[in-house]
């Protein structure tokens, strides 16, 4: 089965702090791992409203700072980083549907674990049916460094806020980078191989 159609399997945690605590975890059942080592790095970063990735190996993290809250998931990396901006994006929208986050946290005697028997089911809700939620579109685009059709997933919402077309996107795998160039329809108009540093 493809990894957006089962992406619960392949996620590790979702996290929503603020600057000084978690206010929503949430980890696979069987999971007791822990996260606050990554948590901490990336709260250090200042800059909103950008998603931010970072490459550990066996795992992959994005995360995003809006107003004053910092959303992070955690995914095997396998998971392409546009599926897990795409369900971040969702996240901070139910988020922020369903509690008046700034007027709760204003409460004097407010504990972490409040947010967790109301969110917590929806959580699971968005992460079993990603796939229905109709948040990302896949692309196929050849490589002619594999010789392959590869699936390049982007979310709707990259494709429909963007300021201009054909979109530019690097997809970068097995040790190299393709730009691809996306339309308005979800075409691709071309793809370049391109080099890479950082
Ligand atoms: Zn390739």
Request: proline residues 5%; hydrophobic residues 40%; contains cysteine.
């Amino acid at each position: 089965m493809p990894v957006y159609k089962n992406i619960a399997e392949f996620l590790e945690f979702i996290n929503i702090s603020n600057e000084k605590f978690t206010l929503f975890e949430w980890k696979p059942e069987r999971s007791f791992r822990r996260f606050d080592l990554d948590l901490n790095i990336i709260k250090e970063n200042p800059i909103s409203d950008i998603f931010f990735h970072r490459d550990k190996g066996n795992m992959k993290l994005v995360y995003i700072r809006k107003h004053n809250l910092i959303y992070t998931v955690g995914a095997s990396p396998a998971v392409q980083y546009q599926l897990l901006e795409a369900l971040l994006e969702h996240i901070d929208l139910k988020f922020n549907e369903i509690f008046d986050v700034e007027t709760i946290l204003s409460y004097g005697d407010f504990s972490p674990g409040l947010f967790d028997n109301e969110f917590n089911p929806i959580i699971k809700e968005i992460v079993l049916n990603f796939a229905d939620l109709g948040l990302v579109k896949r692309i196929q685009v050849e490589c002619r460094v594999c010789g392959t059709v590869l699936p390049l997933f982007v979310k709707k919402t990259f494709i429909e806020n963007a300021e201009s077309y054909p979109v530019p996107i690097v997809y970068s795998h097995r040790g190299h980078a393709v730009l691809c160039f996306i339309d308005k329809n979800y075409h691709h108009r071309g793809v370049e191989l391109v080099n890479i540093t950082g």
